[in-house]
T-cell receptor, first 117, second 114 residues
């Protein structure tokens, strides 16, 4: 158990809908990351938050947004869903701002499986 | 540009065999970090090891060992006396000091048969 908690574990929704994925980082971790794992794109970095502020963006679509709240939990909002958004969405956390760039270990949650039908 | 290549898509072995998973990386940074993660069938990503670019010492943890060679830009992972529970997809990842994100390879699926 990495200590990173993600909900829901599985989600099936229709095209055009909106969903919210939730993440609670490990106790004491201030950095939260979101990654997407799909069959065609592999594991891709989406976005990084540190202590409530956005720090870096990766290949995140405009239809997707995220935020980190004062209690450090984070939410990833996916809207106008398309079939191609079906993927495993991971949240990860790290203790420091530098995260992997400073050699800190990034711990991943169990992921949220999203199926868009 | 940073890149991680795991050329082996799938490896099948019989229990108790040794197996090596290859990882080759590309980076222009002199300071970088390398990681291995395991993804069992249940889906979670489990951290295995982190290595920084200044530490080329090989590491052993039980049946697992890692060989980091800067000269060949490789960070290979060996499982000794493999077990069925080792069956999973293994990912190698790179993080440069200049960017705070993990670049993952495409993964190697290891199947260990009894």
């Amino acid at each position: 158990d990495s200590g990173v908690t993600q909900t829901p574990k599985h989600l099936i929704t229709a095209t055009g809908q909106r969903v919210t994925l939730r993440c609670s980082p490990r106790s004491g971790d201030l950095s939260v990351y979101w990654y997407q794992q799909s069959l065609d794109q592999g594991l891709q970095f989406l976005i990084h938050y540190y202590n409530g502020e956005e720090r870096a963006k990766g290949n995140i679509l405009e239809r997707f947004s995220a935020q980190q709240f004062p209690d450090l939990h984070s939410e990833l909002n996916l809207s106008s869903l398309e079939l191609g958004d079906s993927a495993l969405y991971f949240c990860a956390s790290s203790v420091a701002l530098g995260g992997s760039a400073s050699g800190n270990t990034i711990y991943f949650g169990e992921g949220s499986w999203l199926t868009v039908v | 540009a940073q890149k991680v290549t795991q050329a082996q898509t799938e490896i099948s072995v019989v229990e108790k065999e040794d197996v090596t998973l290859d990882c080759v990386y590309e980076t222009r940074d002199t300071t970088y970090y390398l990681f291995w993660y395991k993804q069992p069938p249940s889906g979670e990503l489990v951290f295995l090891i982190r290595r920084n670019s200044f530490d080329e010492q090989n590491e052993i943890s039980g049946r697992y060992s890692w060989n980091f060679q800067k000269s060949t830009s490789s960070f290979n992972f060996t499982i000794t006396a493999s077990q069925v529970v080792d069956s999973a997809v293994y990912f190698c990842a790179l993080s440069e000091a200049s960017t705070d994100k993990l670049i993952f390879g495409t993964g190697t699926r290891l199947q260990v048969f009894p």
